[in-house]
C-alpha cells in the first residue's frame, strides 16, 4: 500500500498538506495523489530536488490564535451560512383541550451517520447535521522514505480520525458554563512496518476564543490524549469538553453572546524519525444565555446553550402531521408559491419572503399582530375573505418575524382566517421551536411547507384507444417528488367519479407492466418514477373521457 504525503487532514483528492523531512538525515517525502498519479509524482521530484511544501503550497502550519474580533463581526459572517438543514421537531399535542409542542429532545449524530454523510457535505471543515449536532471524517497520513531506488525503505502511518460534537441547550437555572463535548475515534490504522506501532500519537481538541476571552476554556476531566499506535489499535476512543463562562449582560449584547472555533490537534512521534504537527480547519461555536428561551405547557426554560451557529435551519410546516396545522401549511403554501393571489394587495409583482429573521421584543410582535387582525377585520367586513366560525387571523409572514405586517411590510404580508386550533397549534410549535433550536433575535431560517404537490396531470379515453389492448392514455411522467412525501395520491378531476384504472408502464421491446391496480378517484400508492407511465384498462367510465391528477402527499 501506497501512503499519500500527509501530515494533515486530506481536504479532497487532488487537495494535500505536507511537511518535509529533513534532507541532512537522508529523508524525502513521497506524494501519492489518489486518482492523479502523474501530478503525484511530478511533487515527488519536486520534494526530492529540495523544494519545500511551502514553495510547492503545501502547507501544515500550526494553527496560530487570532486576535478577538467584534462580535457584529462574526454575525455578520454566520448570517451568510449557505449550508441548511431541516429542523426535526415532532408535531403539536392536544392538552387539556389545547395545543403544546412536544417537549425538547436533541438529535445527536452516531458514528456510522457521520461516515454516511460526511462525503456529501463536501465541507472540508465537516458536517453539521442541527445546531446540536456536528462532524468530521478525515484520513490522516504520515510517510517518509530513507535512502534512495532500489535501496530506499517506506515508511509511513496511516488513520482515518472521526469526531462528532454535541451541542447543549441546559435547562439548569445554577450552571452559568455554557458547553460542548466531542467524541472522537481512531481506526483503519495501518503501518508499513511493525516498528512504527511504538509511534506515539497525541490527539486533542483545541479552541481559541473570538470575541471574549472567556469563550474559550478547555476542561481538565479531558485531557489530549496520546497513545501508541499499537495502544489506538486497542483503546481507539477519546472526549473532549471545551466551554465558555458567560460575559458580562450589556445593552449591547443582553444574550451573552460569545464565538470559539475549535480545531483538532495531532501530533506523531515515531521512533528515530521527526516528529510532525497537524490541525485540522476550524469549526465555530456560538455561546450564549439568552433570558427568553422559554416554552409554555409543558413548562421549560433553557437558560444557556453553546450550538454549532454557520448553517440555517428550515423549519418545515406539515399538511398532515398532525391534520390540525393543515390549514395553516395550506395558507404559508399559497403565500410561498401564489402572493400575487393574496390579500391584503393581490396583484403581479407581489412577493413575501420565504427566509424570515425571529423577532423578540414582545410590543413589536403585538404591533404586528394587532395590524394583520384589522386587516383581516376589513376584509371580511367587505366580503374580500371568509370568516369562518371557530377561526382566527393568520397571517404570513408570522408576527414574531421581522418580516411582519407592521415590522416589515403589510404590502408583502399574506393574511386570511383559518381554523382556531391550526392557528393556536402552528404558533405554539414555532413558538417552541425557537427555544428549542436557540434562534436568537435576528437569527435567520427558511419557511417550507410539506404538503400535497401535484407532479402530473393525464387526460384519459373512456377506453382502451383504437388498436390497444390496455392503453387509455398517452405516456406521463412521475419524477420530480418533494422529499417529504412518502405515498402518490391520485384523483379524478373531470369525468366520472366512479372511474376505476390501473397504471401501466411502458416498456420498449418487451412487456409492458402493471405497476398499479383497480385505481379510484382519492387512492393512494406507493411512490414509483418513470418517464413511461400510462393509464390502461378504465372501468365505470360510461365510455367518457376523464383527467387525472397525481399528488405527492407527505
Known amino acids: 500500500m501506497c501512503l499519500a504525503l500527509l501530515i494533515s487532514v486530506i481536504a479532497s483528492s487532488d487537495t494535500i498538506q505536507a511537511s518535509s523531512g529533513s534532507t541532512e538525515e537522508g529523508y524525502s517525502w513521497f506524494v501519492v495523489l489518489p ?28 494553527t496560530e490564535k487570532q486576535p478577538l474580533r467584534s462580535l457584529s463581526d462574526i454575525q455578520k459572517e454566520d448570517a451568510k451560512a449557505q449550508q441548511t438543514y431541516d429542523v426535526k421537531v415532532d408535531p403539536p399535542v392536544q392538552i387539556n383541550k389545547k395545543w403544546a409542542p412536544p417537549r425538547f429532545q436533541y438529535d445527536y449524530i452516531s458514528k456510522q451517520e457521520c461516515l454516511d454523510n460526511i462525503e456529501k457535505s463536501e465541507r472540508d471543515e465537516g458536517w453539521i447535521k442541527n445546531h446540536y449536532a456536528w462532524c468530521r471524517s478525515k484520513i490522516v497520513s504520515y510517510g517518509w522514505v530513507k535512502g534512495k531506488w532500489p535501496f530506499r525503505t517506506v515508511y509511513g502511518v496511516e488513520y482515518r480520525i472521526t469526531e462528532i460534537g454535541y451541542g447543549t441547550n441546559s435547562q439548569d437555572k445554577n450552571k452559568k458554563e455554557r458547553e460542548v463535548n466531542f467524541d472522537y475515534y481512531i481506526d483503519d490504522i495501518y503501518t508499513t512496518h511493525s516498528m512504527l506501532n511504538g509511534a506515539k500519537l497525541k490527539v486533542d481538541i483545541n479552541c481559541n476564543a473570538l470575541v471574549h476571552a472567556e469563550d474559550c476554556k478547555e476542561s481538565r476531566s479531558t485531557p489530549a490524549i496520546e497513545r501508541t499506535i499499537s495502544k489506538w489499535k486497542t483503546n481507539n476512543f477519546g472526549t473532549k469538553k471545551l466551554y465558555s463562562t458567560p460575559p458580562p449582560k450589556t445593552d449591547s449584547n443582553p444574550e451573552q453572546i460569545g464565538y470559539m472555533e475549535f480545531f483538532t490537534h495531532q501530533v506523531m512521534n515515531p ?169 436568537l433575535d435576528g437569527d435567520a431560517f427558511d419557511v417550507e411547507v410539506e404538503a400535497p404537490e401535484k407532479i402530473a396531470t393525464i387526460r384519459s379515453e373512456g377506453q382502451p384507444q383504437d388498436g390497444q389492448d390496455n392503453r387509455s392514455s398517452d405516456n406521463f411522467t412521475i419524477g420530480n417528488i418533494p422529499p417529504y412525501a412518502t405515498k402518490l395520491q391520485w384523483k379524478i378531476v373531470d369525468g366520472p367519479k366512479d372511474t376505476k384504472f390501473d397504471v401501466m408502464k411502458d416498456i420498449s421491446f418487451g412487456v409492458d407492466e402493471t405497476i398499479f391496480y383497480d385505481l379510484t378517484d382519492g387512492s393512494e400508492t406507493e411512490i414509483e418514477k418513470s418517464e413511461d407511465f400510462y393509464i390502461a384498462r378504465p372501468e365505470n367510465t360510461g365510455g367518457e373521457s376523464f383527467t387525472v391528477e397525481v399528488y405527492a402527499i407527505p
Open 271 to 439: 521512533p528515530r524519525f521527526p516528529t510532525r504537527t497537524v490541525d485540522s480547519p476550524k469549526q465555530e461555536v456560538r455561546w450564549d444565555s439568552a433570558d427568553y428561551m422559554i416554552v409554555i405547557n409543558p413548562n421549560q426554560t433553557f437558560y444557556n446553550a453553546g450550538i454549532f451557529s454557520n448553517v440555517k435551519p428550515v423549519i418545515h410546516f406539515s399538511y398532515n402531521n398532525p391534520s390540525v396545522m393543515k390549514e395553516q401549511a395550506l395558507h404559508i403554501k399559497d403565500a410561498l408559491e401564489q402572493p400575487e393571489k393574496t390579500y391584503p394587495y393581490p396583484g403581479m409583482g407581489k412577493t413575501i419572503p420565504s427566509t424570515l429573521t425571529r423577532l423578540k421584543d414582545k410590543e413589536l410582535i403585538r404591533k404586528n399582530r394587532k395590524k394583520s387582525q384589522r386587516t383581516c377585520k376589513r376584509l371580511a367586513e367587505a366580503g374580500t375573505i371568509p370568516k369562518p366560525a371557530n377561526s382566527e387571523c393568520d397571517e404570513f409572514p408570522f408576527a414574531s418575524t421581522n418580516e411582519g405586517s407592521y415590522t416589515g411590510s403589510v404590502y408583502n404580508v399574506s393574511v386570511r382566517y383559518i381554523d382556531k386550533d391550526s392557528n393556536q397549534a402552528g404558533g405554539a410549535w414555532l413558538g417552541a421551536w425557537y427555544a428549542y433550536d436557540r434562534i
Open 35 to 62: 486518482g492523479d498519479a502523474k501530478k503525484a509524482a511530478l511533487m515527488q521530484k519536486q520534494l526530492e530536488k529540495g523544494k519545500t511544501p511551502v514553495e510547492m503550497g503545501l502547507t501544515s502550519v500550526k
